[in-house]
């Protein structure tokens, strides 16, 4: 614990406990911590361990991420990979597959979101308790991939859903998945729990669940969730 | 196996006035096949099944094909007489031609009891618009129930005698049929970070219909 | 279970009498199906497994009815993975289209490759050399025992021996994709094959290594089949469960593993004889019952196949170039022309239809996917059994989405 420990201490700052959830806080500077590193750690060499409820709290949730059994395509089985024998995501602490939305933290988009398939996703995201994490897994959840051009082929879940994480690849392998997990760790660590940079499941305007797209004629009717997704503007104007 | 011209013979002496002709393939495997007419197709599919010399009981392959009407230029040598010399002359001839328009069934039939095979078999329908039925062969194969639903909906050809004709890869309440040559494929390309050949092309129309230009 | 080698022997058993009449069509629109609520027996229950299902191996739905808890009728329904994967080959040139061949049947991208490379080089009458050949059967028999393998650890998971039997397939994956990785670059995804021959040559390296796994090889069986096939629980939820008989197969177009299950002698590899096939000794297992579990036996004895193609071909590989010099590779024109090339993958017949306009991009672009047809039997395999048994077959039909959909 003592390695984690030292790690989470540096992303924490303190906060007054009483702040009222999603208000402002006056926020002390993060360059000031109450007390240094050098001296949190004199303290563990006593036997004394400091620590903050944000901390503790985070550092549990990032060890125990629970992702859903969901696999959509190819990406599906290097994902499966990635929790058998040689890769063995046990390490992690998110061996446990749940095939129930209801009981899982984290959904892995691992592979093509075809139209047909998009509103099952995000029903499965809303089914999924707060707090929740995507990751989109390889090129096709991320923008439809090599299937990109494809009538049916969603150009990327992230017009549907947030994604936290992006984790390029055809398929990525299972080592990148665990890049991808352990970088998902690191941002719930991160996490505050009060205060404007409060994360979504904390916020009273949350919108826990996202509106699920209805089959059209020819597309999904809406074709985006303009509240997750817009197009940027063009970078460059082509020239024509 | 015997040629497809002996088969044809065969076919038309047990089925007189029956619409059978051979198209030949050129390519190097030889794989020709026989175009069936649309009234015999489901007595002929039978009899290609149920007879003993060629017993094809196994349907490996449904597919369509769409052959919307299209314009050749076909080019023929005639030699005439140079009008003011009288020597022989190669004149060119340029004909333009519209070819038919019209959806194709491909069924790739083997025999399992005697292993051979292919026998292919084409089913055309009479236009791409409302006459787009043939007869479905599942009563004969039931290999074909998906495989002809999948051409249903991919291509629009409308199968009688099929027990449950539905969209199988689309949703129903899907317009159009998306592998036809013609189908234009919904706009969203919206953001293209690193578009190129086609892709930069479709993002570059999207931004003109947007800016309300014309493409 | 019994053993018949070549065709001659069992050409008879492979000629089911085809019945003159037609054969019972769609046997659940005759099924007694109660319409009426019944105070006795309750409510028919309509259940939709899928799209999202952890015994679908994908996203794959099956609308069931149940009366109780057998099955009186079963749809599938498909199309959530459907990438269109024919309309983007017809855009793209003809060696474009190879990675996609990967991406069908993602646990055998070798098969597909080969599948598509000779459809393409039937198209264009082109010649492949003695060495990419036999490559080629090395990598294809190399796929087989991997997806072979894989099936039956997710059979296995599918009838609840979580984890164990699954962890040991994979096991034995990692040291084939690590093969695969090595001559190919890509664990998965291995996009290996060219129209007339193969895109790396094998080095000595690999070739020993590849000797070493398959010597190595019959002991994994020995271990796996210790472990399961003889296991009561398995043999008590496998045998007559999903009971497929010869005629309804033949006529359903179903191939591979499956069809051989119900004792009819159809291998392509003997059959067509592609590649250099006919120049090995091997011999094609039949079942005698078309369960769920002759299925899996099936597999686990055509492993042990493999096993002997691949002694052989490593043995025989001859020295030469791998890739016809003559080949054209990037912008292929073939001449106007159709071709159909077929071999058979782990799954079964994997074909792929092409016809050219003389153009760079193939007009028509088809691919006959063995795990879509074979599902054409799901319903009347599942008719009568429990849900419970539905997950099993349809574990046994061995399906990959990326295939069914395309
Ligand atoms: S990113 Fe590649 S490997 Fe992953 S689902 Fe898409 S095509 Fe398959």
């Known amino acids: ?240 | 196996m015997e040629p497809l011209v002996q088969l044809r013979e065969r076919i038309l002496a047990r089925f007189p006035g029956a619409d059978v002709t051979v198209l030949p393939n050129p390519a190097p495997v030889g794989q020709d096949s026989l175009v069936i007419g649309r009234e015999h197709a489901l007595a002929i599919a039978r009899f290609l099944r149920d007879d003993p010399e060629l017993s094809l009981d196994y349907c490996s392959n449904v597919t369509g094909v769409d052959w919307p009407q299209q314009e050749v230029i076909e080019t023929t040598r005639v030699t005439q007489p140079d009008p003011t010399t009288g020597t022989p002359k190669v004149y060119e001839q340029k004909t333009k031609r519209l070819t038919p328009a019209f959806l194709e069934v491909v069924y790739h039939l083997y025999s399992m009891a005697r292993q051979h095979g292919p026998v292919i078999i084409r089913l055309r329908t009479g236009n791409r618009t409302d006459q787009v039925a043939v007869p479905s062969l599942t009563p004969i194969w039931r290999a074909c129930e998906f495989q002809e639903r999948e051409v249903f909906d991919l291509f629009g050809v409308t199968f009688e005698g099929h027990p449950d004709l539905r969209r199988i890869l689309m949703w129903d309440g899907f317009k159009d049929h998306p592998m036809r040559r013609d189908y234009v494929e919904p706009d969203d390309y919206e953001w293209e970070p690193t578009a190129h050949d086609d892709v930069l092309k479709k993002a570059q129309e999207h931004l003109a219909r947007a800016e309300g230009r014309q493409p | 279970m019994n053993l018949e080698s070549g065709i001659s022997p069992a050409a008879d058993r492979s000629a089911p009498a085809l019945p003159a009449a037609l054969p019972p069509f769609n046997p659940a629109a005759n099924a007694q199906v109660r319409e009426v609520h019944d105070p006795f027996h309750g409510d028919l229950l309509e259940v939709s497994m899928g799209p999202h299902h952890p015994s679908t191996h994908g996203v794959f739905r099956m609308m069931v009815t149940l009366d109780g808890e057998a099955i009186v009728k079963l749809k599938p329904v498909f199309g959530y993975l459907h990438r269109n994967h024919e309309k983007l080959g017809e855009n793209t040139t003809y060696l474009a289209s190879m990675p996609y061949t990967d991406r069908l049947d993602y646990l055998n991208s070798m098969t597909n490759n080969w599948a598509y490379a000779l459809a393409v080089e039937k198209l264009a009458g082109q010649p492949v050399p003695e060495r990419a050949e036999y490559l080629r059967v090395i990598l294809a028999e190399l796929t087989r025992l991997l997806n072979h393998t894989c099936l039956a650890g997710f059979l296995l998971q599918d009838t609840g021996a979580s984890g164990t039997p699954l962890m040991y397939a994979f096991r034995e994956r990692e040291k084939i994709l690590d093969l695969f990785e090595s001559i190919s670059g890509s664990r998965m995804m291995c996009n290996f094959q060219r129209f007339g021959g193969c895109r790396v040559d094998a080095t000595p390296d690999w070739l020993a290594a590849t000797q070493r796994f398959v010597d190595g090889y019959n002991e994994f069986l020995d271990e796996y089949e210790a472990l399961i096939t003889g296991n009561e629980i398995l043999m008590a939820r496998t045998q007559g469960v999903g009971v497929l008989g010869p005629e309804l197969a033949v006529n359903a177009g179903i191939t591979g593993p499956m069809l051989r299950a119900c004792g009819v002698n159809y291998d392509l590899r003997k059959v067509d004889g592609y590649g250099v096939y006919p120049r090995f000794d091997f011999r094609v297992p039949l079942g005698d019952h078309g369960d769920t579990y002759d299925r899996y036996m099936i597999r686990v004895l055509e492993m042990r196949e493999s096993l002997g193609i691949l002694q052989q071909a490593l043995r025989d590989l001859p020295a030469g170039p791998i890739m016809d010099p003559k080949a054209k590779i990037r912008g292929l024109k073939p001449k106007p022309g159709e071709a159909y090339g077929r071999i058979e993958g782990p799954k079964g017949e994997i074909g792929f239809y092409l016809i050219s306009d003389g153009s760079a991009n193939p007009y028509r672009y088809r691919v006959r996917p063995p795990s879509f047809v074979n599902l054409t039997v799901l319903e009347d395999m599942c008719l009568g059994q429990t849900v419970a048994d539905a997950v099993i077959i349809l574990g046994s039909v061995d399906i990959v989405l990326g295939e069914v959909d395309r």
């Open chain 1, 1 to 240: 614990m003592s390695d984690a420990t030292a790690q989470l201490a540096e992303t924490t700052r303190p906060e007054p406990a009483d702040t009222p959830r999603g208000a402002s806080s006056p926020t002390p500077s993060p360059e000031s911590p109450l007390i240094s590193e050098a001296e949190r750690d004199e303290l563990r060499r006593q036997g004394i361990l400091l620590t903050s409820l944000e901390e503790i709290y985070n550092w549990g949730r990032s060890h125990s991420v629970w992702p859903l059994q969901f696999g959509l395509a190819c990406c599906a089985i290097e994902m499966i990979a990635a929790s058998m024998a040689r890769f063995d995501i046990a390490r992690f602490g998110s061996e446990v597959f749940r095939p129930s939305p209801r009981q899982a933290d984290l959904l892995i988009v691992s592979g093509t979101v075809t139209k047909k398939m998009a509103p099952q996703v995000v029903r499965l995201w809303n089914q999924m308790p707060e707090p929740k994490y995507c990751i989109a897994m390889g090129a096709c959840a991320i923008s439809g991939g090599p299937f990109k051009q494809g009538y049916n082929v969603l150009k990327g879940i992230d017009r549907f859903l947030p994604v936290d994480i992006y984790i390029p690849g055809c398929p990525p392998r299972p080592e990148a998945l665990l890049h991808g997990l352990m970088q998902l760790q690191q941002k719930i660590r991160g996490q505050k729990l009060t205060g404007p940079d409060a994360p979504r499941h904390l916020r009273a305007d949350d919108p826990c669940a996202y509106p699920v797209p209805e089959f059209g004629e020819r597309d999904l009717v809406p074709p985006q969730n303009p509240a997750v997704w817009q197009p940027p503007p063009p970078p460059v104007r082509p020239a024509s």
